[in-house]
T-cell receptor, first 109, second 113 residues
Framework: TQLLEQSPQFLSIQEGENLTVYCNSSSVFSSLQWYRQEPGEGPVLLVTVVTGGEVKKLKRLTFQFGDARKDSSLHITAAQPGDTGLYLCAGGDGNKLVFGAGTILRVKS | KAGVTQTPRYLIKTRGQQVTLSCSPISGHRSVSWYQQTPGQGLQFLFEYFSETQRNKGNFPGRFSGRQFSNSRSEMNVSTLELGDSALYLC????????????FGPGTRLTVL
C-alpha cells in the first residue's frame, strides 16, 4: 500500500510570512497533485506535477516534484488570510489517488 | 463548463438503513471516483468507474457499492448503515487519462444516528 506523509499537520502563521508544506513517500508516483479544501466543500485542484524535478508556479504558490517522484513540496510566499484551508497532496496510483492526511493552514491578519 | 455536482448535499439516516448518493461528472469526463473523508482517516478511495465498469476498488466492505450509467453519471449505495459511516462522501471526475487529474464535487455530508 502506497502512503503519503504530509508535514506539518497544522500551521498557524501571520499574514505576510512564508511557509512550506512537505509531502513524502517511499513509493514512486506517476503524478502528484495538490488540492486546497475549505470546510464543507470538496478539494479544489491547484496543480498536477508529472515529471521528476518539475517546478510549477501559481502566483505566490510554488510546487516542486522530487527528482525520484517520491516527494513534493508546496511553498507559499507572503501568505494571506485567503490562503487559509486544508492542503492535500495526492499521488497517482494507476487510476486512483492516494491522499496525504493534509496540512491545516491558518493565516492570521 | 459546469463542475461536478452531487446530490443530496446533506443526509441524515439511522443505523441499519441504506442510502444512495448521486454524482454528475463534468461533461465529457468518463471516469468517476468516490472517496470517503473523515477526520480520523482522511480521504480514502472507495472505487472508480469508467465507461460503466468498475475499474478500481479500495478496501471497503461490500456494503459499499456503486454503479455508473451510460451518460457517466454515477451512484453509490451504502447498505446496513453503521455509525462509523458518518462522513463526507466526495465524488471526483476525470477524463480517465493515465495521470488522472481529478476534479471534485462539493460532497454529500452523511450523518448516521
Amino acid at each position: 500500500t502506497q502512503l503519503l506523509e504530509q508535514s506539518p499537520q497544522f500551521l498557524s502563521i501571520q499574514e505576510g510570512e512564508n511557509l512550506t508544506v512537505y509531502c513524502n513517500s517511499s513509493s514512486v508516483f506517476s503524478s502528484l497533485q495538490w488540492y486546497r479544501q475549505e470546510p464543507g466543500e470538496g478539494p479544489v485542484l491547484l496543480v498536477t506535477v508529472v515529471t521528476g524535478g518539475e517546478v510549477k508556479k501559481l502566483k505566490r504558490l510554488t510546487f516542486q516534484f522530487g527528482d525520484a517522484r517520491k516527494d513534493s513540496s508546496l511553498h507559499i510566499t507572503a501568505a494571506q488570510p485567503g490562503d487559509t484551508g486544508l492542503y492535500l497532496c495526492a499521488g497517482g496510483d494507476g487510476n486512483k489517488l492516494v491522499f496525504g492526511a493534509g496540512t491545516i493552514l491558518r493565516v492570521k491578519s | 463548463k459546469a463542475g461536478v455536482t452531487q446530490t443530496p448535499r446533506y443526509l441524515i439516516k439511522t443505523r441499519g438503513q441504506q442510502v444512495t448518493l448521486s454524482c454528475s461528472p463534468i461533461s465529457g469526463h468518463r471516469s468517476v471516483s468516490w472517496y470517503q473523508q473523515t477526520p480520523g482517516q482522511g480521504l480514502q478511495f472507495l472505487f472508480e468507474y469508467f465507461s460503466e465498469t468498475q475499474r478500481n476498488k479500495g478496501n471497503f466492505p461490500g456494503r459499499f457499492s456503486g454503479r455508473q450509467f451510460s451518460n457517466s453519471r454515477s451512484e453509490m449505495n451504502v447498505s446496513t448503515l453503521e455509525l462509523g459511516d458518518s462522513a463526507l462522501y466526495l465524488c471526483a471526475s476525470s477524463l480517465g487519462s493515465t495521470f488522472n487529474e481529478q476534479f471534485f464535487g462539493p460532497g454529500t455530508r452523511l450523518t448516521v444516528l
